[in-house]
């Protein structure tokens, strides 16, 4: 017997009958329609509203999976990038692995359960960093292609030789500033003293040599490197004190105003002295390439190249 297909009309005629409480035989009755037959083509348009409705929740919960996939990628790639760039001061403790296993350990966001102020355990922090490496591994599969991951490696070999001359640019600048004071009788036979040299006076003025040689270095300024190290004056009771300051960081205190002003011009000194050095030289050339390495790697990476690049690509792990 050949099977009774129902019209639009006559299936919505049917699915309204059904929803108002009406039985088969009544429907039969009230459309002519063979109750098994009105009754088949609702299960059947019941099934396939369901199956719709199903669809539908899923693409509105994969859409929203994604617009916080998209999210975590576009923060981690930010995160990444700031990490990246040199430290303002020039402490560089740890060699580019470590570094990049510190970006690792980072939470970023809400993207995963974070532990807030308390310390995690071990196995949290193992469990962090194969999460955060899943997703990096995403971004690089989001951006195949379109971001010179190659840079990566090339920032770690300079960051690795960057972090192996500031040693020695140290030990240079603190050399440089010895040699000057030495010169300067009054500012040199203070350094010596009992109180100074229990505060560390010639180290704090070797650091903010150092420290202003390392930003003119870093903003491509030299130029300017002098004018990091000032002096301010503050009361101290009946008199007034002296600091040498790095920029807003105080750097060094002295009662006498003549001799502060004696170790600012040193520090002035120092720093011009520097700029010829061989091993500055040396260290301006692995910081212009750490630089240029994360430089690239943040044009490429940046939100409004990176966003489109994602809804046009996919990974493993992408919920669409």
Same mark, same amino acid.
């Given at each position: 017997?050949?099977?009774?297909h129902l019209?639009?009309?006559?299936?919505?005629?049917?699915?309204?009958?059904?929803?108002?409480?009406k %039985?088969w #035989?009544?429907i039969?009755?009230?459309?002519?329609?063979?109750?098994?037959?009105a009754q088949?083509?609702?299960?059947?348009?019941?099934?396939?509203?369901s199956?719709e409705?199903?669809?539908?929740?899923r693409? @509105?919960?994969a859409?929203? &999976?994604? &617009?916080?996939?998209?999210?975590?990628l576009t923060?981690?790639?930010?995160?990444?990038v700031?990490h990246?760039?040199l430290?303002? %001061?020039p402490?560089?403790?740890?060699?580019?692995?470590?570094?990049?296993?510190?970006?690792f350990?980072?939470?970023t966001?809400?993207?995963?359960?974070?532990?807030?102020k308390?310390?995690?355990?071990e196995?949290?922090?193992?469990? =962090?960093?194969r999460?955060?490496?899943?997703l990096f591994?995403?971004l690089? &599969?989001?951006?195949?292609?379109?971001?010179?991951w190659?840079?990566?490696?090339?920032?770690?070999?300079a960051w690795?030789r960057c972090k192996?001359?500031?040693?020695k640019l140290?030990?240079?600048?603190h050399r440089?500033? %010895?040699?000057d004071v030495?010169?300067?009788?009054? #500012?040199?036979?203070?350094?010596a003293?009992?109180g100074?040299?229990?505060?560390g006076?010639?180290?704090k003025?070797?650091e903010?040599?150092?420290?202003?040689v390392w930003?003119?270095? =870093?903003t491509?300024c030299?130029?300017r490197?002098?004018s990091?190290?000032?002096?301010?004056?503050? /009361?101290?009771?009946?008199?007034?004190? %002296?600091?040498?300051?790095?920029?807003?960081?105080?750097?060094?205190?002295? @009662?006498k105003?003549?001799l502060a002003e004696?170790?600012?011009?040193v520090?002035?000194?120092?720093i011009?002295a =520097?700029?010829s050095?061989?091993i #500055?030289k040396?260290?301006?050339g692995?910081?212009r390439?750490v630089?240029q390495?994360?430089d690239?790697?943040d044009?490429?990476?940046? /939100?409004?190249v990176?966003?489109?690049?994602i809804?046009?690509t996919?990974?493993?792990i992408c919920?669409?």
């Open positions: 017997m050949k099977r009774i019209s639009e009309e006559e299936l919505q005629t049917v699915v309204r009958l059904h929803n108002e409480g %039985s #035989l009544e039969q009755r009230l459309t002519g329609i063979p109750r098994r037959v088949r083509s609702y299960q059947e348009w019941d099934r396939k509203r199956s409705e199903f669809r539908a929740v693409r @509105e919960v859409k929203g &999976e994604f &617009e916080k996939h998209l999210d975590a923060q981690m790639a930010d995160s990444l700031k990246l760039w430290p303002e %001061s402490a560089m403790t740890v060699d580019a692995e470590r570094h990049l296993l510190d970006f350990e980072k939470d966001g809400s993207m995963f359960i974070s532990a807030g308390r310390e995690r355990s196995s949290e922090k193992a469990r =962090l960093i999460r955060r490496k899943v591994k995403a690089q &599969e989001h951006t195949k292609g379109n971001v010179y190659d840079r990566l490696e090339k920032w770690k070999k690795d192996e001359h500031l040693p140290r030990e240079e600048a440089v500033v %010895s040699d030495k010169g300067v009788p009054e #500012l040199n036979q203070w350094v003293s009992p100074a040299e229990e505060i006076a010639l180290e003025l070797s903010a040599v150092l420290a202003s930003k003119g270095m =870093l491509d030299f130029e490197a002098n990091f190290i000032h002096l301010v004056f503050k /009361p101290a009771g009946d008199t007034e004190m %002296s600091v040498v300051m790095f920029e807003e960081k105080p750097m060094l205190n002295l @009662e105003k003549a004696q170790a600012v011009k520090c002035n000194r120092s011009k =520097l700029w050095c061989g #500055l040396d260290t301006e692995v910081v390439r630089q390495a994360a690239t790697l044009r490429s990476l940046d /939100p409004f990176l966003r489109p690049l809804l046009r996919s990974c493993e919920p669409i």
